[in-house]
């Protein structure tokens, strides 16, 4: 089913034991990210978003249920280079320079820094910290921290990218902005892309499909086609047909 | 900010000069104890008096110390990272590790001066007063990294070895160092002890020794100076490397994720195995190295002759009756010094916290009552103090003080800045952030620097009862080698190892659940 660099979820089921509860994060959870496509994962706070992107990482196993990356086992695809990820928490080491912190993966994957120079200073570029190379992130807003992070997730060209919550801590012109540049990424590599967000603008701007969760247990209840045109401009924010789909987005949400 | 440091300083500066000026007058009027306490200015008139002895025996010192230092360091931190990866040899080490922490450097010093030669004693007994402070630092370090960083790397495929160099090695580097400026002026104590054990012409405890019996306070408050100033420098110099480094270290934001602990989940059997293990692995090794070693049976009493020596033999009764009664002299002093230590401690390193000038102004205090050599000491406080047991309380306290003091205010300064802004941000006083953020924060510190305390409380009781009070289980020690009765000696000798592995795993024993009960992972 799944093409080179699909992801793929097959009845997926994750629980917690906490002290004395047992939470239900993920319930028989099916999802199918073709190769190239681009996936808004929407659903309120503690419904196993996170969840979902940390077995698709390999970082947690499953209870029961299939999870593969490309057809190969999350952590082979990891260690193929192939996956990029940025957490919803920036994770930098604090005693690396910004620099140093987006070249972390190569460090890990051995590849040498040397012959992606260029890109990490096209990254800082993109991501607007130009003149932050050498700054550590104790020196940095929390804002910043997060792109350094963003920057760090595309470093390594990936195929698949894993995106949880990346603009959580920006203003909302930064947020558009780097929406609008995150589209312009993707079209340029056509990375298989799965981003967890709270906006329904956000998700409707970038994606291809939204499929939305509910908690109490975590399960996908909707999956919705986003059948907008590409590139998509800084005007479709105020076309009719975005607030249709924004709306639908909502209802399903609200359990409709 | 700025000048708040430098009002701190000066009048950190301030206290010093003060104190100096009563010590001054109390030497010059001979206040204290008929002349004990000598004034600093005859103390310096000695000390260029005396100027062409020094250098000899300060480099013997130093050349047992420093190659004690490097070599215990070298070992402690590989053995760190051993069981820092591999729970499992953790587990099976504990026996070895506890039994080296505790093993009491006055007891062991006689025996490895009849065994080796020259410096290897010094060297030794150095090497093994840095092992386990800077072996425990670094798997405190290793364990507290930051979990989200460990993820990043995992979700890059990267295994154990890289988490290790990338991450782990790096974040724990606070911890190391801070291990190691404990670790330096231990080394330097470790090679004094075995100075005093006889062996060699040169050193610094050599020179005490020899100028022990001559009533010149002067003279060995000079020597003690020489000895404090090494150990000082060497715990100033690891004090600014650890400050670079912290500072850049200091994670920004909490990290949410709950640390993992597979360990809780080995089947029983396995666990019995592993503490089995790990209570034989010492006694083996005890044995190993004295078949290696060949040093003759008289001397050398395996697990099995120390057992005929308390057990079998005609006058194994007396010698029971005797370990006993010195045991109950000992024991009361120490659990009462350790509590008042680690409580001083305690309670200065929160104050540390509203107050940072303390450090600054308390840390060299704090430095000298630890580096003196308390052999150096015990002699001057005996005139001051008398040989009572308030003697053998203070002596203890401020062995056990300085070590919990570092351990306790370096947790605290790691707990991260968002932290403490939460509650700073609704308005909270200095001791509501106490109580609701740094003590919760350094619970995992103060338990670890109980854990450390009790084989020193243990350590400065024997000293001062050796030295002084003429009680408990120093003096039979001491006695013991005068009746050249080797067997009492051993029995000492696993006697206070024993007591401090009971001591030590009392206090895990309730380190666990509480820390469990917060979440927390309990500070190597
Ligand atoms: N390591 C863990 N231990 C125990 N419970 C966990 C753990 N990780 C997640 N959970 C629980 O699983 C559920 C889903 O968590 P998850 O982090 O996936 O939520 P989320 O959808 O990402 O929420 P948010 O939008 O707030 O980030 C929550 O109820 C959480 O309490
Ligand atoms: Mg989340």
Redesign the pocket.
């Known amino acids: 089913m799944t093409g080179p660099s699909g992801i793929r979820l097959d009845t997926v089921s994750?629980s917690?034991?906490?002290r004395g509860t047992t939470?239900q994060?993920?319930d028989n959870v099916s999802l199918d990210c073709p190769a190239g496509s681009f996936t808004a994962l929407i659903?309120?706070?503690?419904?196993?978003?996170?969840?979902?992107?940390?077995l698709a990482l390999g970082l947690?196993q499953a209870d029961s249920g299939e999870v593969s990356i490309a057809g190969l086992a999350p952590m082979d695809a990891a260690r193929a280079g192939m996956t990029g990820v940025a957490f919803?928490d920036a994770a930098l080491m604090p005693w690396r320079s910004v620099e140093d912190n987006i070249a972390l993966p190569l460090d890990v994957l051995g590849q040498p820094r040397r012959d992606n120079a260029a890109k990490i200073a096209s990254l800082i570029d993109l991501v607007g910290l130009a003149g932050f190379e050498k700054a550590l992130p104790g020196e940095l807003s929390g804002g910043m921290r997060q792109r350094v992070a963003i920057a760090r997730s595309l470093v390594t060209n990936p195929q698949v990218l894993f995106l949880?919550?990346p603009f959580g801590a920006l203003d909302q012109i930064l947020r558009r902005q780097m929406n609008v540049e995150l589209q312009r990424i993707w079209i340029a590599s056509r990375a298989t892309t799965l981003l967890?967000t709270?906006g329904i603008d956000e998700a409707v701007f970038l994606a291809d499909r939204v499929a939305v969760?509910q908690?109490?247990p975590?399960r996908i209840t909707r999956i919705i086609d986003i059948p907008l045109m590409r590139p998509r401009g800084p005007d479709v924010f105020t076309s009719a047909e975005f607030h249709r789909l924004e709306d639908e987005i909502a209802g399903a949400l609200n359990g409709h | 900010m700025a000048t708040e440091t430098i009002a701190a300083r000066g009048s950190s500066l301030r206290t010093w000069l003060v104190l100096l000026i009563i010590w001054e007058i109390c030497g010059r009027l001979q206040l204290i104890a008929s002349g004990a306490l000598p004034a600093p200015s005859s103390i310096l008139m000695r000390l260029w008096i005396d100027r062409a002895d020094y250098p000899p025996h300060i480099l013997a010192t130093l050349e047992g110390a420093g190659v004690g230092f490097l070599i215990g360091n070298g070992i402690a931190v590989a053995a760190g990272v051993l069981f820092a990866l591999f729970p499992m040899a953790a587990r099976l080490g504990r026996g070895v590790n506890i039994a080296l922490f505790a093993l009491p450097a006055i007891a062991i010093s006689p025996l490895l001066v009849l065994t080796f030669s020259d410096m290897t004693p010094r060297i030794i007994l150095a090497a093994i007063g840095c092992y386990f402070v800077t072996m425990s630092s670094t798997v405190t370090g290793i364990s507290q990294t930051d979990q989200r960083m460990i993820e990043v790397i995992r979700a890059y495929g990267g295994g154990r070895w890289k988490i290790l160099v990338l991450a782990q090695m790096r974040s724990a580097l606070p911890a190391i160092l801070s291990g190691l400026r404990i670790a330096a002026p231990n080394a330097v104590l470790g090679s004094i002890l075995a100075e005093f054990g006889g062996g060699g012409r040169y050193g610094l405890g050599v020179y005490l020794i020899g100028s022990l019996g001559r009533a010149e306070p002067d003279r060995l408050w000079g020597i003690g100076l020489a000895a404090t100033l090494i150990a000082g420098l060497a715990y100033a110099v690891f004090s600014l490397i650890a400050l670079r480094f912290t500072g850049a270290t200091k994670a920004v934001t909490v990290p949410a994720?709950?640390p993992g602990g597979a360990t809780m989940s080995w089947p029983l059997w396995l666990r019995l195995l592993l503490s089995t293990g790990s209570v034989v692995i010492p006694i083996a090794l005890w044995w190993l190295l004295l078949i290696a070693m060949g040093t003759p049976a008289m001397i050398a009493k395996t697990p099995l002759g120390l057992f005929e020596y308390l057990f079998l033999q005609p006058n194994s009764q007396a010698s029971q009756m005797k370990l006993l009664a010195a045991l109950g002299q000992t024991l009361p002093l120490t659990i009462a010094g350790m509590a008042l230590g680690i409580a001083f401690a305690f309670g200065l390193a929160l104050m540390s916290v509203l107050r940072p000038g303390i450090i600054r102004g308390f840390m060299p205090v704090a430095l000298v009552t630890q580096t003196m050599p308390l052999v150096a000491l015990t002699p001057l406080l005996v005139l001051i103090l008398g040989r009572g047991p308030s003697l053998i309380l203070w002596i203890t306290i401020s062995v056990t003080f300085f070590p919990a003091f570092v351990t306790m205010a370096q947790g605290l300064s790691m707990v991260p800045r968002a932290a403490l802004d939460v509650p700073r941000a609704y308005g909270a006083s200095l001791f509501t952030q106490l109580r609701l953020v740094s003590v919760p924060a350094s619970l995992p510190y103060l338990f670890a620097a109980t854990r450390l305390a009790v084989p020193r409380a243990l350590l400065g009781v024997m000293i001062a009862e050796w030295l002084a009070t003429g009680t408990g289980l120093g003096n039979l020690l001491n006695q013991s080698r005068g009746y050249l009765d080797y067997g009492m000696i051993w029995a000492v000798a696993v006697v206070s190892v024993l007591l401090s592995v009971v001591f030590y795993q009392c206090v895990v024993l309730i380190e666990r659940p509480v820390l469990a009960r917060r979440g927390m992972r309990a500070a190597q």
């Not at chain 1, 659903?43 to 940390?54: A, I, N, Q, V, W």
């Open positions: 994750r917690f034991k906490g939470v994060a993920l659903g309120p706070s503690g419904c196993g978003k996170s969840t979902l992107l940390r947690d919803q949880d919550e967890v709270h969760m908690s109490k975590g | 994720t709950a």
